[in-house]
């Protein structure tokens, strides 16, 4: 079983800068990571994507340019920093896991969320 923790949430002002991180407890080399968020009233979306193998990546359009997904697999960790934020990208950030050597978009481990709010 892999648990996750993200941090790194907190307050910023709009075009302000943000690192979340995400630990995990196991090694996550070979699974797909991604973050996801959720806003108050609204679905859970998904924001980004690794693939398992580390050679592709994808962003929602709402933060493509903006966002970047990256892991350091020697410390278990994967990382979304968020550049040019605005009050829209005000939500609980989720961190995901898929099952190790698979393509599947299916994620089976979440973490338990970290609140990100940017203010006018």
């Known amino acids: 079983q892999v648990q996750l923790v993200e941090s ?12 979340l991180s995400c630990a995990a407890s196991a090694r996550i080399s070979n699974n797909g990571m991604g973050w996801f968020r959720q806003a108050p009233g609204k679905e859970r979306e998904a ?3 690794l693939h398992w193998t580390g050679t592709s990546a994808d962003y929602a359009n709402s933060v493509k340019g903006r966002f970047t997904i990256s892991r350091d697999n020697a410390k278990n960790t994967v990382y979304l920093h968020m ?4 009050p ?6 989720y961190c995901a896991a898929t099952e190790s050597f698979t393509t599947a978009t299916n994620y089976k ?3 338990q969320g970290t609140q990100v709010t940017v203010s006018s």
């Open 8 to 19: 790194g949430g907190g307050l910023v002002q709009a075009g302000g800068s943000l690192r």
């Open 88 to 93: 829209e990208d005000t939500a609980v950030y």
């Open 109 to 111: 481990y979440w973490g």
């Open 47 to 49: 924001v980004a994507s």
């Open 83 to 86: 550049n040019n934020l605005t």
